[in-house]
């Protein structure tokens, strides 16, 4: 770059920020009016970067949206036939009880039903690791 693209300017800095940036060129083996370049040149990035973050975060959103619905649709369709599968089995085996237990050793099918009911909304209350270590 030649010195017409730089602009002129005095700017005092506390002994200590100035030892700092001194260490630096002297460790980089760089001019100071680089290294002051370059870190204010930073800054400006950063501060770009804050004052954008609303916006940077909605593009995140949106493209995280963009990988995971395909999943999501996938994974809640995969639940709704488990749940049409579960209801299925449910009402089969209530219907074969109906059906195939001569009428002397039938139950009230009803209090059957509400009583398997209850512990399997037990059982999906009950942690992982928990009925996991009873096997």
């Known amino acids: 770059m030649g010195e017409e693209n730089f602009y002129k300017t005095t700017i005092r800095l506390d002994k ?7 260490q ?16 204010i040149e930073k800054g ?6 804050d004052e954008s973050k609303d916006i940077i975060a909605t593009l995140i959103r ?13 994974l809640a369709a995969l639940s709704s036939k488990s749940g049409h599968m579960s209801a299925t089995a449910a009402f089969l ?23 398997a009911r209850k512990k ?3 059982y999906m209350k009950t942690k992982t690791e ?6």
């Open 16 to 22: 200590k920020t100035y030892e700092k940036l001194e």
């Open 24 to 39: 630096i060129t002297k460790n980089r083996d760089e001019k100071l009016a680089f290294v002051i370049r370059k870190y």
């Open 44 to 49: 400006l990035a950063m501060e770009y970067v």
């Open 62 to 74: 949106e493209q995280l949206e963009v990988v995971m619905k395909p999943h999501i649709e996938r």
């Open 93 to 115: 085996n209530v219907q074969a009880l109906m059906d195939l237990v001569p009428k002397e050793n039938k139950r009230n099918v009803r209090e059957m039903y509400e009583n």
């Open 120 to 122: 399997s909304a037990a």
């Open 130 to 135: 928990d009925w996991e270590n009873d096997i």
